[in-house]
């Protein structure tokens, strides 16, 4: 590294590119020159770990312009354009109304209308191969076959072309008599599609048996001996045959040698952070009487599922019909393409349905990975056949962001959706209430005020609860007492260990979506003492390039110094608060503000934690992460 030069990234262009400058670049040079040069002043004093100076890694501003001035340049500006935009006709024009209306018996009349009465080519565009083909699909229903071709020079005449694109909008080309018409035009406002990469596909079954090789150490349980230590392989002879052991270590130095034929009797240890394993006596009755009482347990709850499952066995539970034609034009509003774990969950939810027994699946996966399109889908395999659904999630916070979900997927099609919040006044709540009686309210979202008894839906089909784990006792009772007569699908990242462990036994059914969405980045961590400069250089990188910061400050009392601590050290940031003890309105106007980017740091309490999502916030900083559980910090990451 020292002895070799560090070239500009000019440097590997061929002759001749073509540089095109978006925005502001001689700003942004001078922000980050000034940045690093304030980095490099506040870190480059230790002595132990030393730090080259900026310009010796990066191009000055002069330099930098120096440089380009030897490249051909296109500048483009949009305020310059704006002002001269009323006299520039460049001969495009915006394509007519060709969205999908779903509600209505003949949802593609629009476009087959346009293409009726277009006289020269019209190209649809998608991004990728998939989407072709559902595209394909679609425009086989008004009986247009589109040939695939690869360029748009490739379009001719008055023939219908299909071909992968990356346009967000379509327009018409007046000037060569072509259109473009891109999936956002028929399906309305998308978010940009991701390519799939089959290369991300994860099996979940090997994630659950891809254990990782025991390491010395390590606490184990035999099962029948209890909690000891692995202290590694070792070569015994017994009976004049030579054979592999495995060495255990137990209280007193004792120590078990376990054949490898008898590996099925160790097991890894589970119950907890390994450095608080209890280490068992060999001998001793405490694991015994462990094994007792785990049984016991194990009793009650067994008779406790039997009795539901033999009164879900007795009741016939509804079976929901499913229409392909009626389906297929909900999935199509779909902004991304299904991973394979997705495209798995989704369908054995919807065969569950279609069975006259009631269903209970727990959909389980992280934070973003897509449980909420399954939830959606069943929703309108329910609402279509004439079921009421409801939405029960654990904050208010978490039920606006459904409410807002929900409303926009379902935004083409004649489904009523209400919420039952604290964000809701007490006269909202009786007009929702009575009209969700009276079965004029398809889809309602709430929290644990869905479980009240003055909440009577008129014909409930389908019960989505998310996050399970977060509600308590009482509220599960009332959950568990809905099991045998309505369908539920459980959505969760971070399953309690009782769930898991009966979805695991079969007892409940269990769809794992591992796959993360194609091209999402893995989220790095880093765990360290608490330092300011590392505070305000993490603040900086996420809102200088446009994102967002939640800053995880999990005191009440002392929020508000924090706050202020935050902006002296990064008075840059435009800061606010939010905390569960605020007022309702007060609260919803704060996190409308972070939505919307009014704010780009969040100083918050744990409300952040049951996956509310604002795509731009990138960056968690959470302080005193020790004062946190383990399912905590992974739900917040």
């Known amino acids: 590294f020292f002895n070799e030069p560090l070239p500009p990234l000019f440097s590997y262009f061929p002759a001749k590119t073509l540089i095109v400058n978006t925005g502001d670049l001689e700003a942004s040079a001078e922000r980050f020159q000034n940045e690093t040069r304030a980095r490099f002043e506040n870190r480059g004093v230790d002595p132990m770990r030393p730090l080259l100076p900026p310009e010796q890694l990066w191009l000055r501003s002069d330099e ?34 060709l969205a999908i209306q779903a509600q209505n018996k003949a949802p593609l009349d629009n476009l087959r209308r346009f293409l009726e009465s277009f006289s020269g080519p019209v190209i649809f565009s998608v991004e990728s191969e998939g989407r072709r083909e559902a595209l394909g699909e679609m425009l086989a229903r008004i009986k247009i076959a589109p040939k695939h071709i690869l360029r748009l020079e490739e379009a001719t005449g008055n023939g219908r072309y299909l071909m992968i694109g990356a346009a967000e909008h379509g327009f018409v080309d007046s000037q060569r ?61 017994a009976g004049g045959i030579n054979g592999e052991y495995l060495m255990l270590t137990y209280a007193n130095d004792a120590k078990l040698y376990v054949p490898v034929s008898s590996l099925h009797l160790i097991s890894r240890y589970a119950g907890g952070a390994e450095e608080n394993a209890p280490l068992h ?82 959909v389980c996966g992280d934070v973003g990975f897509g449980k909420t399109e399954v939830a959606m889908r069943a929703a309108f395999l329910a609402v279509e056949n004439h079921k009421q659904v409801a939405v029960l999630v654990p ?23 209400e919420m039952l919040s604290r964000f809701r006044s007490a006269k909202e709540q009786a007009q929702i209430l009575e009209q969700v009686a009276e079965g004029k309210v398809d889809i309602l979202i709430g929290t644990h005020k869905l479980l009240q008894p003055d909440v009577k839906l008129r014909d409930l089909g389908l019960l989505i609860v998310d996050e399970e784990h977060r509600f308590g006792v009482r509220h599960k009772e009332r959950i568990k007492a809905m099991r ?44 360290r003492e608490y330092d300011a400069l590392v505070v305000r250089e993490a603040i900086l990188r996420e809102v200088l390039r446009g994102g967002q910061v939640y800053y995880l400050y999990n005191d009440v009392e002392n929020i508000q110094k924090a706050a202020e601590r935050l902006a002296e050290l990064v008075p840059e940031a435009r800061i606010t608060i939010g905390h569960g003890q605020m007022r309702e309105r007060e609260l919803e106007r704060v996190m409308n503000d972070f939505h919307h980017q009014r704010f780009n740091v969040l100083v918050c309490t744990t409300i952040i934690e049951t996956g509310i999502d604002i795509p731009t916030a990138n960056t968690i900083i959470i302080e005193r992460a020790d004062h946190f559980g383990r399912a905590q910090l992974h739900q917040l990451r």
């Open 64 to 97: 930098l312009f120096s440089e380009l001035k030897k490249w051909p340049r296109v500048q483009l500006k949009t305020e310059r354009l704006a002002e001269k935009a009323a006299n520039t006709n460049l001969g495009y024009q915006k394509l007519p109304e």
């Open 177 to 237: 008599n072509l259109a473009l018409i891109c999936e956002s035009d028929l399906l309305g406002e998308r978010v940009a599609r991701r390519r799939q990469d089959s290369r991300r596909t994860i099996n979940p079954d090997t994630l659950i048996r891809n254990l990782a090789e025991l390491h010395i150490g390590q606490p184990v349980v035999h099962l029948e001996h209890g909690v000891g230590r692995y202290a590694g392989m070792t070569t015994l002879e």
């Open 281 to 362: 006596k060999l001998g001793g009755d405490v694991w015994a009487r462990a094994r007792q009482k785990a049984a016991e347990k194990v009793r009650d709850v067994a008779a406790e599922l039997l009795d539901i499952y033999a009164q879900r066995a007795a009741k016939a539970g509804y079976a929901f019909k499913h229409d392909k034609e009626q389906y297929q034009l909900f999935c199509d509003g779909f902004p991304f393409e299904t991973t394979p774990d997705q495209a798995q969950a989704i369908n054995a939810v919807l065969s569950d349905m279609c069975q006259p027994l009631a269903m209970d699946r727990l």
């Open 395 to 417: 904050t208010t916070l978490l039920a606006q962001q459904h409410f807002d979900n929900f409303r926009d997927r379902f935004a083409n099609w004649p489904v009523r959706i």
């Open 484 to 527: 045998a007569d309505v369908d539920i699908l459980t959505l969760t990242a971070t399953p309690i260990p009782r769930t898991l462990n009966m979805a695991m036994s079969g007892m409940r059914d269990l769809s794992i979506i591992a796959t993360p969405p194609a091209r999402r980045l893995a989220v790095k961590t880093f765990v």
